[in-house]
T-cell receptor, first 114, second 112 residues
Framework: EAGVTQFPSHSVIEKGQTVTLRCDPI?????LYWYRRVMGKEIKFLLHFVKESKQDESGMPNNRFLAERTGGTYSTLKVQPAELEDSGVYFCASRTQGANTEAFFGQGTRLTVV | GNSVTQMEGPVTLSEEAFLTINCTYTATGYPSLFWYVQYPGEGLQLLLKATKADDKGSNKGFEATYRKETTSFHLEKGSVQVSDSAVYFC???????????FGTGTRLLVSP
C-alpha cells in the first residue's frame, strides 16, 4: 500500500511568487492534515480536512495560505505571495476514521523562499 | 493550550550507550502522548504511543512511560545503534491522533 506522498520534495522560489504543494493521502483516508516546521522549531498544525471539508483551520498563519481538497482525495496548499518567513518543511498526514487511528506522515516538502 | 517541551540536541552517543531524551507536556485533561521519528530523507514515523497515565509505549527497543505526576514522557533506549540516528519528536494530542502538538525535535547522532 502506498504511503502519504508529497510533491515536490523541494521548492525554491523568490519572495512574491506563488507555490503550490500537493499531498496524496493514503487511499481511503478521510482525514488529512497539514503541518509545518519552520527552521528547526516545533512542527505546528495548520489545518485538518475531513473528506473535502475543512474541519479546523485554526493553524493557518494568514490569508496568503489557501488549502483545498477537491473531491476529498488529494490536497493542495497554495502560498501566494510567498514571504521569507514561509520557508520551512511542510508535512502532510492522513488517517482513517476513528479517534485513535494512527496518523501517517509524508516525507515533507522543503520550501525555501529567497 | 497544549504544549510539548523536549530537550535540545544534538545528542551525540557512541554505539551501545544508554539514551534518554526528555519530554514534558502541558495540557488540559489527559492527552495522548507520542514519539515520532524522522530518519534522514524520510517522513515522520510513529515510534510509540501511550494514551493514559502509567501506560508504557515500546517499540524497537525504545520505551516511554506516561507520567501524569511529572507530566513527562521521556524516551529511553538501553543500547543505541548507529541506525537509530534520526530526529525524534515528542507529541501530544487531546484525543487520539487528532491535531498533534509537537516539540522542537531532538537530533540523535550515534557513532560506531
Amino acid at each position: 500500500e502506498a504511503g502519504v506522498t508529497q510533491f515536490p520534495s523541494h521548492s525554491v522560489i523568490e519572495k512574491g511568487q506563488t507555490v503550490t504543494l500537493r499531498c496524496d493521502p493514503i487511499s481511503g483516508h478521510d482525514n488529512l492534515y497539514w503541518y509545518r516546521r519552520v527552521m528547526g522549531k516545533e512542527i505546528k498544525f495548520l489545518l485538518h480536512f475531513v473528506k473535502e471539508s475543512k474541519q479546523d483551520e485554526s493553524g493557518m498563519p494568514n490569508n496568503r495560505f489557501l488549502a483545498e481538497r477537491t473531491g476529498g482525495t488529494y490536497s493542495t496548499l497554495k502560498v501566494q505571495p510567498a514571504e521569507l518567513e514561509d520557508s520551512g518543511v511542510y508535512f502532510c498526514a492522513s488517517r482513517t476514521q476513528g479517534a485513535n487511528t494512527e496518523a501517517f506522515f509524508g516525507q515533507g516538502t522543503r520550501l525555501t523562499v529567497v | 493550550g497544549n504544549s510539548v517541551t523536549q530537550m535540545e540536541g544534538p545528542v551525540t552517543l557512541s554505539e551501545e550507550a544508554f539514551l534518554t531524551i526528555n519530554c514534558t507536556y502541558t495540557a488540559t485533561g489527559y492527552p495522548s502522548l507520542f514519539w515520532y521519528v524522522q530518519y534522514p530523507g524520510e517522513g515522520l514515523q510513529l515510534l510509540l504511543k501511550a494514551t493514559k497515565a502509567d501506560d508504557k509505549g515500546s517499540n524497537k527497543g525504545f520505551e516511554a512511560t506516561y507520567r501524569k505526576e511529572t507530566t513527562s514522557f521521556h524516551l529511553e533506549k538501553g543500547s543505541v545503534q548507529v541506525s537509530d540516528s534520526a530526529v525524534y519528536f515528542c507529541g501530544s494530542s487531546p484525543r487520539g491522533f487528532q491535531k498533534l502538538v509537537f516539540g522542537t525535535g531532538t537530533r540523535l547522532l550515534v557513532s560506531p
